[in-house]
Protein backbone atom coordinates (compact mmCIF):
# COMPACT_ATOMS: atom_id res chain seq x y z
CA UNK A 1 0.00 0.00 0.00
CA UNK A 2 3.32 2.15 0.46
CA UNK A 3 3.81 3.61 -3.01
CA UNK A 4 5.24 6.76 -4.65
CA UNK A 5 6.84 7.67 -7.58
CA UNK A 6 6.36 11.50 -6.76
CA UNK A 7 8.50 11.74 -3.90
CA UNK A 8 7.38 11.76 0.03
CA UNK A 9 5.79 14.45 1.92
CA UNK A 10 7.81 15.26 5.04
CA UNK A 11 5.57 16.97 7.94
CA UNK A 12 6.89 19.04 11.73
CA UNK A 13 8.40 16.70 14.51
CA UNK A 14 5.43 16.33 16.83
CA UNK A 15 5.05 15.32 20.24
CA UNK A 16 7.81 17.46 21.66
CA UNK A 17 7.21 19.72 24.30
CA UNK A 18 4.04 18.01 25.10
CA UNK A 19 5.12 14.55 26.78
CA UNK A 20 8.48 14.05 25.29
CA UNK A 21 10.97 16.96 25.07
CA UNK A 22 14.40 18.00 23.52
CA UNK A 23 16.85 19.69 25.18
CA UNK A 24 20.44 20.59 25.74
CA UNK A 25 22.56 19.18 28.30
CA UNK A 26 21.32 22.29 30.34
CA UNK A 27 17.92 21.61 30.23
CA UNK A 28 17.40 24.66 27.41
CA UNK A 29 14.19 23.67 24.92
CA UNK A 30 14.99 23.28 21.31
CA UNK A 31 13.99 24.93 18.81
CA UNK A 32 12.06 22.55 16.59
CA UNK A 33 11.14 24.68 13.05
CA UNK A 34 13.60 22.88 10.47
CA UNK A 35 16.25 25.31 8.69
CA UNK A 36 14.89 24.84 5.53
CA UNK A 37 12.39 22.78 4.44
CA UNK A 38 13.12 19.32 4.47
CA UNK A 39 13.07 17.76 0.51
CA UNK A 40 11.37 14.30 -0.07
CA UNK A 41 10.79 14.46 -3.65
CA UNK A 42 13.98 11.78 -4.45
CA UNK A 43 12.53 9.33 -2.20
CA UNK A 44 10.86 6.45 -4.53
CA UNK A 45 8.27 4.15 -2.38
CA UNK A 46 8.24 0.37 -3.98
CA UNK A 47 9.98 1.14 -7.07
CA UNK A 48 8.35 -1.53 -9.62
CA UNK A 49 10.30 -4.11 -10.80
CA UNK A 50 9.26 -7.43 -12.82
CA UNK A 51 8.43 -10.65 -12.21
CA UNK A 52 9.62 -12.63 -15.13
CA UNK A 53 8.86 -16.14 -16.31
CA UNK A 54 9.90 -18.39 -19.35
CA UNK A 55 8.23 -20.45 -21.83
CA UNK A 56 7.24 -24.36 -21.50
CA UNK A 57 10.11 -26.56 -21.02
CA UNK A 58 10.29 -28.32 -24.25
CA UNK A 59 13.44 -28.68 -26.80
CA UNK A 60 12.68 -25.76 -29.82
CA UNK A 61 14.37 -26.23 -32.82
CA UNK A 62 15.04 -23.98 -35.75
CA UNK A 63 12.50 -20.87 -36.41
CA UNK A 64 10.70 -21.36 -33.41
CA UNK A 65 10.68 -18.77 -30.23
CA UNK A 66 11.75 -18.74 -26.74
CA UNK A 67 10.00 -16.46 -24.86
CA UNK A 68 10.73 -14.36 -21.15
CA UNK A 69 7.95 -12.52 -20.06
CA UNK A 70 8.34 -10.03 -17.76
CA UNK A 71 5.39 -8.38 -15.53
CA UNK A 72 5.63 -5.26 -13.99
CA UNK A 73 2.66 -5.13 -12.29
CA UNK A 74 1.84 -1.57 -13.62
CA UNK A 75 2.23 0.34 -16.60
CA UNK A 76 5.00 0.74 -18.03
CA UNK A 77 6.82 3.00 -20.67
CA UNK A 78 9.55 1.13 -22.90
CA UNK A 79 12.03 3.17 -25.38
CA UNK A 80 14.99 1.37 -27.69
CA UNK A 81 15.35 -2.37 -27.69
CA UNK A 82 16.17 -3.97 -24.02
CA UNK A 83 17.41 -7.37 -24.00
CA UNK A 84 17.66 -10.87 -21.68
CA UNK A 85 20.99 -12.34 -22.48
CA UNK A 86 21.14 -16.03 -23.16
CA UNK A 87 24.00 -18.41 -22.95
CA UNK A 88 23.48 -21.62 -24.85
CA UNK A 89 26.25 -24.57 -25.19
CA UNK A 90 26.76 -23.13 -29.06
CA UNK A 91 27.36 -19.57 -27.53
CA UNK A 92 25.58 -16.35 -26.11
CA UNK A 93 22.24 -15.28 -27.56
CA UNK A 94 19.95 -12.58 -26.71
CA UNK A 95 15.90 -12.70 -25.77
CA UNK A 96 14.80 -9.00 -27.30
CA UNK A 97 11.88 -6.94 -26.13
CA UNK A 98 8.97 -7.79 -28.41
CA UNK A 99 6.69 -4.62 -28.80
CA UNK A 100 4.18 -6.58 -30.84
CA UNK A 101 3.67 -9.15 -28.45
CA UNK A 102 3.66 -6.77 -25.10
CA UNK A 103 1.40 -5.19 -23.51
CA UNK A 104 2.97 -1.97 -21.98
CA UNK A 105 -0.54 -0.89 -20.43
CA UNK A 106 -0.43 -3.35 -17.80
CA UNK A 107 3.03 -3.69 -17.78
CA UNK A 108 3.79 -6.84 -19.10
CA UNK A 109 6.55 -6.87 -21.49
CA UNK A 110 7.73 -9.92 -23.97
CA UNK A 111 11.24 -10.81 -24.74
CA UNK A 112 11.72 -13.08 -27.52
CA UNK A 113 14.99 -15.61 -28.75
CA UNK A 114 14.40 -17.28 -32.02
CA UNK A 115 16.49 -20.23 -32.62
CA UNK A 116 18.98 -19.82 -35.84
CA UNK A 117 20.65 -22.34 -37.42
CA UNK A 118 23.16 -24.17 -35.53
CA UNK A 119 21.96 -22.88 -32.07
CA UNK A 120 22.33 -25.69 -29.90
CA UNK A 121 21.62 -26.49 -25.82
CA UNK A 122 20.75 -29.98 -24.48
CA UNK A 123 20.93 -29.63 -20.85
CA UNK A 124 19.19 -26.43 -20.50
CA UNK A 125 19.38 -22.72 -21.55
CA UNK A 126 20.68 -20.05 -19.07
CA UNK A 127 19.03 -16.85 -18.52
CA UNK A 128 20.63 -13.34 -17.30
CA UNK A 129 18.82 -12.20 -13.87
CA UNK A 130 18.86 -8.76 -15.74
CA UNK A 131 17.70 -6.96 -18.13
CA UNK A 132 19.76 -4.87 -20.24
CA UNK A 133 18.65 -1.18 -21.42
CA UNK A 134 21.24 -1.12 -24.35
CA UNK A 135 21.00 2.31 -24.26
CA UNK A 136 16.80 2.73 -23.63
CA UNK A 137 14.89 2.28 -20.87
CA UNK A 138 11.98 1.49 -18.88
CA UNK A 139 10.17 3.66 -16.73
CA UNK A 140 6.66 3.76 -15.11
CA UNK A 141 4.03 6.47 -15.90
CA UNK A 142 6.08 8.94 -13.72
CA UNK A 143 9.11 8.73 -15.25
CA UNK A 144 10.96 6.72 -12.83
CA UNK A 145 13.70 4.14 -14.05
CA UNK A 146 12.59 0.59 -13.51
CA UNK A 147 14.53 -1.62 -11.39
CA UNK A 148 15.98 -4.40 -14.10
CA UNK A 149 16.85 -7.11 -12.08
CA UNK A 150 14.59 -9.96 -11.01
CA UNK A 151 15.07 -13.34 -10.00
CA UNK A 152 16.55 -16.29 -11.68
CA UNK A 153 14.20 -17.92 -13.88
CA UNK A 154 14.77 -21.50 -14.13
CA UNK A 155 15.10 -22.30 -17.82
CA UNK A 156 17.00 -25.78 -17.56
CA UNK A 157 14.10 -27.97 -19.10
CA UNK A 158 14.51 -25.56 -22.50
CA UNK A 159 16.44 -27.19 -24.57
CA UNK A 160 17.45 -25.99 -28.76
CA UNK A 161 18.45 -27.71 -31.06
CA UNK A 162 18.64 -25.29 -34.48
CA UNK A 163 21.50 -27.77 -35.95
CA UNK A 164 19.23 -29.04 -39.43
CA UNK A 165 20.68 -32.62 -40.87
CA UNK A 166 22.84 -31.92 -43.39
CA UNK A 167 23.97 -34.82 -46.34
CA UNK A 168 27.18 -36.05 -45.69
CA UNK A 169 27.25 -38.79 -48.70
CA UNK A 170 25.36 -39.81 -51.63
CA UNK A 171 25.72 -43.47 -53.12
CA UNK A 172 25.21 -44.49 -56.63
CA UNK A 173 24.56 -48.09 -57.64
CA UNK A 174 28.05 -49.20 -58.78
CA UNK A 175 29.52 -48.71 -62.12
CA UNK A 176 27.89 -51.52 -64.76
CA UNK A 177 25.83 -52.50 -67.13
CA UNK A 178 22.30 -53.12 -65.70
CA UNK A 179 19.48 -55.29 -67.31
CA UNK A 180 15.97 -55.11 -67.96
CA UNK A 181 13.99 -56.60 -64.01
CA UNK A 182 17.07 -54.93 -62.09
CA UNK A 183 16.91 -52.04 -59.67
CA UNK A 184 19.26 -49.46 -59.14
CA UNK A 185 19.77 -48.16 -55.55
CA UNK A 186 20.44 -45.20 -54.05
CA UNK A 187 21.75 -44.29 -49.73
CA UNK A 188 22.04 -40.85 -48.90
CA UNK A 189 24.04 -40.66 -45.50
CA UNK A 190 23.30 -37.58 -43.22
CA UNK A 191 25.46 -36.19 -40.60
CA UNK A 192 22.56 -37.32 -37.53
CA UNK A 193 20.30 -39.76 -37.72
CA UNK A 194 16.63 -38.45 -39.53
CA UNK A 195 12.95 -39.51 -39.41
CA UNK A 196 11.09 -39.77 -42.46
CA UNK A 197 7.26 -38.84 -41.63
CA UNK A 198 4.14 -37.79 -43.66
CA UNK A 199 3.74 -39.22 -47.02
CA UNK A 200 7.14 -41.47 -47.16
CA UNK A 201 5.40 -42.02 -51.19
CA UNK A 202 5.92 -38.67 -52.10
CA UNK A 203 9.80 -39.23 -50.86
CA UNK A 204 11.97 -39.76 -54.47
CA UNK A 205 15.18 -39.15 -56.15
CA UNK A 206 14.19 -37.99 -59.56
CA UNK A 207 15.85 -39.86 -62.68
CA UNK A 208 16.89 -39.29 -66.27
CA UNK A 209 17.79 -42.66 -68.21
CA UNK A 210 18.32 -41.60 -71.95
CA UNK A 211 15.09 -39.80 -72.74
CA UNK A 212 12.91 -41.37 -69.95
CA UNK A 213 12.21 -40.08 -66.20
CA UNK A 214 12.36 -42.49 -63.25
CA UNK A 215 11.84 -41.85 -59.59
CA UNK A 216 14.21 -43.99 -56.98
CA UNK A 217 11.68 -43.89 -54.06
CA UNK A 218 11.89 -43.75 -50.46
CA UNK A 219 12.30 -47.56 -49.01
CA UNK A 220 13.57 -47.57 -45.75
CA UNK A 221 16.30 -45.94 -43.39
CA UNK A 222 13.94 -43.54 -41.22
CA UNK A 223 15.49 -43.34 -37.87
CA UNK A 224 19.21 -44.35 -39.52
CA UNK A 225 21.57 -41.59 -40.57
CA UNK A 226 21.02 -43.45 -44.11
CA UNK A 227 17.95 -43.58 -46.10
CA UNK A 228 17.60 -45.87 -48.96
CA UNK A 229 15.80 -45.30 -52.23
CA UNK A 230 15.29 -47.73 -54.94
CA UNK A 231 13.76 -47.31 -58.93
CA UNK A 232 11.07 -50.06 -59.61
CA UNK A 233 12.51 -52.80 -61.95
CA UNK A 234 14.30 -51.74 -65.36
CA UNK A 235 12.29 -52.35 -68.41
CA UNK A 236 13.30 -52.18 -72.75
CA UNK A 237 12.52 -47.99 -72.25
CA UNK A 238 15.41 -47.45 -69.65
CA UNK A 239 18.24 -47.80 -71.96
CA UNK A 240 21.41 -45.78 -71.67
CA UNK A 241 25.35 -45.90 -72.52
CA UNK A 242 26.50 -42.46 -71.36
CA UNK A 243 25.06 -43.21 -67.86
CA UNK A 244 22.21 -41.80 -65.71
CA UNK A 245 20.98 -38.31 -64.93
CA UNK A 246 20.32 -37.71 -61.04
CA UNK A 247 18.02 -34.65 -59.34
CA UNK A 248 17.39 -33.34 -56.07
CA UNK A 249 15.62 -35.41 -53.54
CA UNK A 250 11.98 -34.70 -53.56
CA UNK A 251 8.69 -34.15 -51.70
CA UNK A 252 10.51 -33.29 -48.22
CA UNK A 253 9.21 -30.66 -46.41
CA UNK A 254 6.10 -30.67 -47.99
Do not use: C, M, W
Not at 59 to 68: A, D, H, R
Not at 78 to 104: K, M, Q, R
Not at 139 to 158: E, K, M, R
Amino acid sequence: SHFTSTGISIGQITGTNNTVTIQDLNGNNGTLSYPTPPDGSGVVINRIGPNVTASADDTYILGESVNLTANFGRPVQVTGTPTIALTLDSGPENATYDPTASNVANGTLVFRYRVGVDDEDIDGIAAAATITLNGGSITDAFGNQAITSFAPVNTLGINVDGDVPDIANFTTPAAGVYSSGQTLAFSVKFDQAVNVANGNDNLTIPLTIGSTALNAAYVRGSGTDTLVFETPALNNSHFTSTGISIGQITGTNN
